[in-house]
């Protein structure tokens, strides 16, 4: 069974102010599917589908969206949640402030329990070298050994 193709209410120079403010690829593309229809070079989903190059279920999808609700509903997008960090907000912040101190931290176990002491917050080696490494892009302040033939060369010995 086939559907009809749902009446375009904005028109050719408002599809085309949204489509040059619009950022997101995702939103734009959507957009571009509206402007097709409604400056006819486009007749069908399918035509649409392949002019896009997505397949013709999601001009569908998008098509009732905008049916059910106009553009507003159309350019709504789902973004997952997803899991919240485990160091945020005044832990993360205290944690960078004591890495820029001149003293900083000799290795990331020493960073380990300090969290525990300070924020009593109990976090793996490898998720505090993410954060500090990755998050935070800091890099611990300690003066590593120097091989002894290099201090020799560099003492005149």
Known sequence: MNKGLPTI?????????MLRREGDSRKKQRLQ???????RQA????????????NRDTIGRWLSDY???????????YRAVGKRPTIYGQILE?????????DGFGSYDEIRVWL????????????IYKVVHYRLGA????????HIKKLRASRGI
């Open 116 to 127: 525990e002491e300070t924020y009593k917050v109990s976090l793996k080696y490898k998720t």
């Open 9 to 17: 209410t904005e028109s050719i120079e408002e599809l085309r102010q």
């Open 139 to 146: 890099k611990l302040k300690v003066a590593r050994p120097s």
């Open 94 to 102: 205290g944690l960078q402030q004591k890495l820029y101190c001149p």
């Open 33 to 39: 599917a509206l402007y097709l229809l409604q400056t």
């Open 67 to 77: 049916a059910s609700g106009g553009v507003s509903v159309l350019l709504n997008l």
């Open 43 to 54: 007749s069908s989903r399918k035509e649409i589908a392949r002019l896009l190059g997505v």
